[in-house]
DNA sequence: TCTGGGGTCCTAGGACCC
DNA sequence: TCTGGGGTCCTAGGACCC
């Protein structure tokens, strides 16, 4: 058996632990630059506030209810998660936990006596409460798949079942699937969800009962078979090693207002590098891809939104961790991209081909050179760790920054800075 | 005036090889 | 004049997730 555990409305809930007087209040969080609602608190979502729902146009909602609202506050969220996760890993040991997300981990339940899935959920979902602060909700089951459907069912009836569910029995299976509409499950997207209701399909139990030759035709090969196991409790979604590291790295960000010219566009470019790169070394990897893109809105003729993407990717002759490296491929990128007269909203880069950094192969001349440079990165990368972001930065990121993102609701980083600390008195 | 920032997995199709 | 079949690797793009 498997669990998930899921933090409830999450970033709401972290900025309700600092804030105790918001408990009964409606919360959201926007996301970076203040553009999108990205957490609702339940009271939020009763007000009809949509998720993912632009800020600017549920103001009204938000000022008539007196509803408060927050900038993302990422060095926050990314503690709590980890006191989160901490408390998980004590309760059924580090390698049990696969952490799927900020605010969800699947649980490997391989062990743990059937007669007491029940009581087991709820001794996790009290413990993570009292520790942390942070509302979960639990779901148990065979898969992966029926693991989020539980969870569904578990959030969506509070009392009943006191915010855990266990999905076991044919029964209780059954049950669960009929409840569940199609749309809802997990890898059911809008695409495949409108291709099921054309095919008259419309419950998860309906889903369940097709046969996997169709579902091989219909729902993209092998993601509809794998849907269709695990609806049926047969387990194809592995639960991942915790010491996996990523595939690819990115870094890409709306700017605070469009920018036109080169030099800004050449500032976020190298920020968002060196961000990369950081994340590249915090993972012990090297990268043999970059690929630079920028976002333009020309408005043409109108202020429809618009978007159109415009990227180049490189091979890197070496595997490199190097932000100097990586700057002296990526800036004659932007230059490449770049048209004067241009409006650019956005710009990003990402990093792939990714290798474990101790099994570089480069140019044996170069040796001495490397491991210089490798001193200097962990020695940045040291100090901005424990004094605070940026407190070494490239001169290629700029000073002035006018690309930089809105940020006007931010509540303090109570439990990650000295001088931010939440005061008693 | 104002629409996030990450990721994963899969498929199709082209280039190339023998 | 005739012009196969099988394989690999890579990239682009779609769909999905939180």
Redesign the pocket.
């Known amino acids: 058996m498997k669990a998930i555990v899921d933090c409830n409305s999450f970033y709401c809930s972290c900025e309700r632990v600092f804030r105790p007087d918001l408990d009964s209040r409606p919360v959201v969080v926007l996301?970076?630059?203040d553009?999108?609602i990205?957490s609702r608190s339940d009271e939020a979502k009763a007000l009809g506030v949509g998720m993912?729902a632009?800020y600017?146009q549920n103001k009204d909602i938000i000022d008539k209810n007196g509803v408060a609202v927050f900038s993302s506050n990422y060095n926050l969220y990314g503690d709590l998660s980890h006191r989160v996760m901490d408390v998980l890993r004590k309760l059924v040991g580090p390698q049990q936990v696969e952490v799927y997300?900020?605010?969800?981990a699947f649980l490997d339940l391989f062990d743990a006596p059937h007669a007491q899935l029940e009581s087991f959920a709820i001794r996790i979902k009290e413990t993570v409460e009292c520790w942390t602060g942070i509302q979960v909700s639990i779901g148990i089951a065979p898969t992966k798949l029926l693991c989020?459907l539980a969870n569904k069912l578990a959030k969506k009836d509070k009392r009943g079942t006191g915010g855990t569910m266990v999905i076991e029995t044919a029964d209780q299976q059954k049950k669960a699937l009929e409840e569940t509409m199609i749309d809802e499950?997990?890898?059911?997207?809008?695409?495949?969800?409108m291709k099921l209701k054309n095919l008259g399909i419309e419950t998860a139990w309906q889903l369940r009962n097709m046969p996997e030759e169709w579902a091989r035709k219909h729902l993209?090969?092998?993601?509809g078979v794998r849907l269709i196991k695990e609806l049926n409790g047969i387990p194809c979604i592995p639960m991942k090693d915790p010491l996996e590291t990523?595939?690819?790295?990115?870094?890409?960000?709306?700017f605070g207002k469009?920018v036109q010219r080169l030099s800004d566009l050449k500032e976020a470019v190298a920020t968002y590098t060196s961000r990369a790169a950081e994340?590249l070394r915090r993972q012990h990897c090297a990268a043999t891809l970059l690929d630079v893109f920028v976002v333009t809105n020309n408005y043409a003729g109108s202020?429809r939104?618009n978007p159109q993407t415009r990227h180049r990717?490189a091979?890197l002759l070496e595997a490199t961790s190097n932000t100097n490296e990586l700057f002296k491929v990526a800036m004659p990128m932007v230059e490449s991209l770049y048209h004067a007269g241009s409006n650019y909203?956005?710009a990003?880069v990402m990093l792939g081909g990714l290798v474990p950094d101790g099994s570089i192969q480069g140019a044996i001349f170069r040796e001495h050179e490397k491991h210089h440079v490798k001193d200097l990165m962990t020695a940045v990368d040291n100090i901005n760790f424990s004094m605070r972001d940026n407190a070494v930065k490239y001169l290629a990121s700029g000073l002035a920054r006018n690309w930089k993102?809105r940020q006007d609701m931010k509540s303090r980083r109570f439990t990650t800075r000295w001088d931010e600390l939440y005061k008693v008195k």
């Open positions: 996301s970076n630059n553009g999108c990205i993912a632009p600017y997300s900020v605010d969800e989020k499950l997990w890898g059911v997207g809008r695409q495949y969800a993209g090969g092998v993601v990523k595939q690819m790295i990115a870094t890409t960000r709306m469009p994340k202020y939104y990717a091979k909203l956005k990003g993102m």
